[in-house]
């Protein structure tokens, strides 16, 4: 808010500028910077060894806005003093308008001056879209009306000027991509006379009044306030300009509008950034310690809830942990007696084992030989793929050959993509599909050969439209003959030369006119038309029509039939992968299968020997169920001082769990009144604003040219957008 106030200033002092340039419109329209104050050539030594291009772009327009021409004007400060300076634009007509040197253009718009030391002074014209629209428009008593229609009419007369702001953008603004507008401040301004205009007003504005003439000056930012997102309350950015009078007789001489950026590109927000990021780490440091606090005495708080609430459970779980301690020493005597039937399982164990021993050998032998022949198999599995798909790869070939010699149009066919695209070109070929395709190829051919003759075609209308206009002459002048008899009586030197280039004279006047002009251009285009639909009527035109649908007839047939044969074979190719990779899968299995097979030998000889080992474990094991059940005594007596010492336990836990709710909601409150005021206090949107305001200034800064630059180059330019006159 106070960064947006702050500049406000600046933005009334360039209006002040604006109204001194709407004064002296007829030098600067077509000036093209050519003429540069010596204080702006001293400005340059800033920069001693940068080139820097200022730019002047002149937008001629007609009373609504809508531009007609676009002439800009190029400076090249050549402060280094070069030889050569090498410029890129990209604008139509470049000439040298101060000075006589030379340029070589390149194959990339890339323009090299022959500087030899010198500025360099250029102009040219541009069709590209202009980065700020302007549309004017008028309201008479509260009604919309014309320009044409306004001149010459009495009342309160409304004019707006609205701004639509096309340059822009896409930048991570506070962590998220963001539209940044180039901040273009609009500054319009026109002059109005006091005996046409009263109680003039305008929006966002100054009005001056010098006794005879009123000066309007309004400034405009259209694109600022997305920019900045801010809401409409806190501050306003207006994207129009409305300047309201009392009118007598409306007429208008012109409007003249400044279009800049360099109000963000002055701007210094480098040093912004230091106490509002020492302020921002201490309260963020605040804020997490604050958190931190916060979610560890909620974990507390649970954990306690969690162990008091269990309780019961811890309580019962020892009781229960006593009982299952008497029946764990039952049950030793009991693993006793199991142990000695134990030992005489492991002797049958030990026979089973030899028997497995041997079926396992069998089993080796036969696996072995299988994984033999699927070797075998597999090792062609990648010579009849590759021979498959060279196959198709051919079939597809030959299949693009055959459609580019439809002449058809068609991605390239891959196994993957083929069916996709010739039922796309099958789709595409119906009769109305066909019949379009063959009726453009002829219209355009025949449109070809008719505008190869539109310089004869014009002459011969010219002509004739001169004839009709000497006729007029003739009779203004009082000669009371026709064209014909004149120009007789001329070759026969019966005009004198006087008469003669006083209607010669007229003639040509005349024919130079708009109004002729148009009229020799309405009746070429005319007579273009009439020849073209002539044609595309003939009999010869219509076959060639017919023809051409005959042809993607076939074609189309063509087309379906192919899509069949590669189909066909689709299949067959598919079964082959199909064939080889259940080839290769078997081979793997029984690869598996032969490394199984001897694992399984290994693992009966161990178990074998293991037989052994268990019989003498189990002696061992009879040993320590001795051992045992005695330490079981002494844990059952332990477990009985545990039961009786729960209960102190769980007074102290409900102690804690109060004391830790307690300081849960004191953390609480603490940060939600008093770090959380502080931070919105203290912080607020500023960072955030701040951010946004380095994105305006380097988006700004980024344009520095409309025509085209250098990468190299210092620059900046500006946009005067001048309006037609509105004339009774």
Same mark, same amino acid.
């Given at each position: 808010?106070?960064?947006?106030?702050?500049?406000? =200033?600046?933005?009334?002092?360039?209006?002040?500028?604006?109204?001194?340039?709407?004064?002296?419109?007829?030098?600067?329209?077509?000036?093209?910077?050519?003429?540069?104050?010596?204080?702006?050539?001293?400005?340059?030594?800033?920069?001693?060894?940068?080139?820097?291009?200022?730019?002047?772009?002149?937008?001629?327009?007609?009373?609504?806005?809508?531009?007609?021409?676009?002439?800009?004007?190029?400076?090249?400060?050549?402060?280094?003093?070069?030889?050569?300076?090498?410029?890129? !634009?990209?604008?139509?007509?470049?000439?040298?308008?101060?000075?006589?040197?030379?340029?070589?253009?390149?194959? $990339?718009?890339?323009?090299?001056?022959?500087?030899?030391?010198?500025?360099?002074?250029?102009? %040219?014209?541009?069709?590209?879209?202009?980065?700020?629209?302007?549309?004017?428009?008028?309201?008479?008593?509260?009604?919309?009306?014309?320009?044409?229609?306004?001149?010459?009419? *009495?009342?309160?007369?409304?004019?707006?000027?609205?701004?639509?702001?096309?340059?822009?953008?896409?930048?991570?603004?506070?962590?998220?991509?963001?539209?940044?507008?180039?901040?273009?401040?609009?500054?319009?301004?026109?002059?109005?006379?006091?005996?046409?205009?009263?109680?003039?007003?305008?929006?966002?504005?100054?009005?001056?009044?010098?006794?005879?003439?009123?000066?309007?000056?309004?400034?405009? @930012? =259209?694109?600022?306030?997305?920019?900045?997102?801010?809401?409409?309350?806190?501050?306003?950015?207006?994207?129009?300009?409305?300047?309201?009078?009392?009118?007598?007789?409306?007429?208008?001489?012109?409007?003249?509008?400044?279009?800049?950026?360099?109000?963000?590109?002055?701007?210094?927000?480098?040093?912004?950034?230091?106490?509002?990021?020492?302020?921002?780490?201490?309260?963020?440091?605040?804020?997490?310690?604050?958190?931190?606090?916060?979610?560890? *005495?909620?974990?507390?708080?649970?954990?306690?809830?969690?162990?008091?609430?269990?309780?019961?459970?811890?309580?019962?779980?020892?009781?229960?942990?006593?009982?299952?301690?008497?029946?764990?020493?039952?049950?030793?005597?009991?693993?006793?007696? %199991?142990?000695?039937?134990? $030992?005489?399982?492991?002797?049958?164990?030990?026979?089973?084992?030899?028997?497995?021993?041997?079926?396992?050998?069998?089993?080796?032998?036969?696996?072995?030989?299988?994984?033999?022949?699927?070797?075998?198999?597999?090792?062609?599995?990648?010579?009849?793929?590759?021979?498959?798909?060279?196959?198709?790869?051919?079939?597809?070939?030959?299949?693009?050959?055959? #459609?580019?010699?439809?002449?058809?149009?068609?991605?390239?066919? @891959?196994?993957?993509?083929?069916?996709?695209?010739?039922?796309?070109?099958?789709? *595409?070929? !119906?009769?109305?599909?066909?019949?379009?395709?063959?009726?453009? @190829?002829?219209?355009?051919?025949?449109?070809?050969?008719?505008?190869? &003759?539109?310089?004869?075609?014009?002459?011969?209308?010219?002509?004739?439209?001169?004839?009709?206009?000497?006729?007029?002459?003739?009779?203004?002048?009082?000669?009371?003959?026709?064209?014909?008899?004149?120009?007789?009586?001329?070759?026969?030197? *019966?005009?004198?030369?006087?008469?003669?280039? &006083?209607?010669?004279?007229?003639?040509?006047?005349?024919?130079?006119? $708009?109004?002729?002009?148009?009229?020799?251009?309405?009746?070429?285009?005319? &007579?273009?038309?009439?020849?073209?639909?002539?044609?595309?009527?003939?009999?010869?035109?219509?076959?060639?029509?017919?023809?051409?649908?005959?042809?993607?007839?076939?074609?189309?047939?063509? #087309?379906?039939?192919?899509?069949?044969?590669?189909?066909?074979?689709?299949?067959?190719?598919?079964?082959?992968?199909?064939?080889?990779?259940?080839?290769?899968?078997?081979?793997?299995?029984?690869?598996?299968?032969?490394?199984?097979?001897?694992?399984?030998?290994?693992?009966?000889?161990?178990?074998?020997?293991?037989?052994?080992?268990?019989?003498?474990?189990?002696?061992?094991?009879?040993?320590?169920?001795?051992?045992?059940?005695?330490?079981?005594?002494?844990?059952?007596?332990?477990?009985?001082?545990?039961?009786?010492?729960?209960?102190?336990?769980?007074?102290?836990?409900?102690?804690?769990?109060?004391?830790?709710?307690?300081?849960?909601?004191?953390?609480?409150?603490?940060?939600?009144?008093?770090?959380?005021?502080?931070?919105?206090?203290?912080?607020?949107?500023?960072?955030?604003?701040?951010?946004?305001?380095?994105?305006?200034?380097?988006?700004?800064?980024?344009?520095?040219?409309?025509?085209?630059?250098?990468?190299?180059?210092?620059?900046?330019?500006?946009?005067?957008?001048?309006?037609?006159?509105?004339?009774?």
């Amino acid at each position: 808010m106070n960064i947006v106030k702050k500049y406000a =200033p600046k933005v009334l002092s360039l209006l002040l500028s604006l109204t001194i340039i709407c004064g002296i419109t007829a030098m600067t329209a077509y000036s093209a910077g050519a003429e540069k104050s010596s204080s702006e050539s001293s400005a340059s030594s800033d920069t001693k060894d940068k080139l820097t291009k200022e730019e002047t772009v002149y937008v001629i327009a007609d009373a609504e806005g809508n531009p007609d021409k676009v002439i800009v004007s190029d400076w090249i400060k050549n402060t280094g003093k070069l030889d050569k300076i090498e410029d890129k !634009t990209s604008l139509d007509k470049v000439k040298n308008i101060k000075g006589d040197e030379k340029y070589t253009l390149n194959g $990339d718009n890339m323009y090299i001056w022959d500087a030899k030391g010198s500025d360099i002074y250029y102009q %040219g014209t541009s069709k590209k879209d202009l980065p700020v629209d302007l549309s004017v428009s008028y309201r008479l008593d509260g009604k919309a009306i014309s320009p044409k229609d306004l001149a010459g009419k *009495s009342g309160r007369v409304t004019m707006r000027f609205d701004y639509k702001n096309n340059k822009y953008e896409n930048v991570v603004v506070n962590g998220k991509k963001t539209k940044i507008y180039v901040p273009f401040v609009m500054l319009t301004g026109t002059m109005l006379d006091n005996e046409k205009f009263s109680n003039v007003s305008v929006n966002n504005g100054k009005v001056i009044n010098d006794g005879s003439h009123t000066i309007v000056a309004g400034f405009a @930012t =259209p694109g600022l306030e997305e920019d900045l997102d801010l809401k409409t309350d806190e501050v306003e950015f207006p994207n129009y300009v409305e300047i309201q009078a009392d009118v007598k007789d409306f007429e208008l001489t012109t409007t003249m509008t400044l279009a800049t950026n360099d109000v963000f590109n002055d701007i210094d927000f480098s040093k912004a950034d230091e106490k509002i990021d020492e302020l921002d780490k201490k309260l963020n440091k605040l804020t997490d310690a604050t958190d931190k606090l916060i979610d560890g *005495s909620s974990k507390l708080y649970g954990g306690l809830s969690t162990m008091l609430s269990k309780s019961d459970t811890l309580i019962s779980g020892v009781k229960n942990l006593v009982s299952g301690a008497k029946q764990l020493q039952s049950g030793t005597s009991k693993l006793d007696k %199991g142990a000695g039937k134990l $030992d005489k399982g492991t002797g049958a164990l030990k026979k089973g084992a030899g028997t497995l021993s041997v079926g396992i050998s069998t089993l080796q032998a036969g696996v072995s030989q299988l994984a033999s022949g699927l070797g075998t198999l597999s090792g062609n599995s990648s010579t009849l793929n590759s021979g498959a798909k060279q196959v198709f790869d051919t079939l597809l070939s030959t299949a693009d050959k055959q #459609i580019a010699a439809a002449g058809i149009k068609a991605e390239k066919l @891959t196994i993957e993509n083929y069916s996709k695209v010739l039922s796309g070109i099958e789709d *595409s070929l !119906t009769d109305d599909a066909l019949y379009k395709i063959a009726y453009n @190829t002829a219209l355009n051919t025949v449109t070809e050969t008719v505008k190869a &003759q539109e310089s004869l075609i014009k002459s011969q209308v010219e002509e004739a439209v001169k004839q009709q206009v000497l006729e007029g002459v003739l009779k203004k002048a009082g000669l009371n003959m026709s064209a014909a008899e004149y120009n007789k009586a001329v070759a026969a030197g *019966s005009i004198s030369s006087d008469v003669k280039a &006083q209607i010669e004279g007229a003639l040509d006047q005349q024919m130079k006119t $708009d109004t002729i002009t148009a009229t020799v251009k309405a009746k070429v285009d005319e &007579q273009i038309q009439s020849l073209i639909d002539s044609n595309m009527n003939s009999e010869t035109v219509k076959n060639q029509i017919s023809e051409g649908v005959a042809k993607g007839k076939s074609g189309a047939s063509a #087309i379906s039939e192919l899509k069949k044969q590669l189909d066909s074979y689709n299949k067959f190719y598919q079964g082959v992968l199909s064939y080889t990779s259940g080839v290769d899968s078997a081979k793997s299995g029984v690869d598996k299968l032969n490394t199984g097979s001897k694992d399984l030998s290994t693992g009966a000889n161990k178990l074998v020997k293991g037989t052994k080992t268990l019989k003498k474990g189990t002696k061992d094991l009879k040993k320590g169920t001795k051992t045992l059940n005695s330490g079981m005594k002494t844990f059952v007596s332990g477990l009985d001082k545990l039961s009786s010492g729960t209960g102190v336990l769980i007074n102290g836990v409900k102690q804690l769990k109060d004391g830790s709710l307690a300081l849960n909601t004191g953390l609480k409150t603490y940060k939600e009144q008093g770090v959380n005021t502080l931070v919105k206090a203290v912080n607020g949107d500023v960072k955030g604003l701040l951010n946004r305001l380095k994105a305006v200034s380097k988006v700004s800064s980024n344009y520095k040219s409309f025509g085209g630059i250098n990468p190299e180059m210092d620059g900046k330019v500006d946009f005067i957008y001048k309006t037609n006159s509105i004339e009774k």
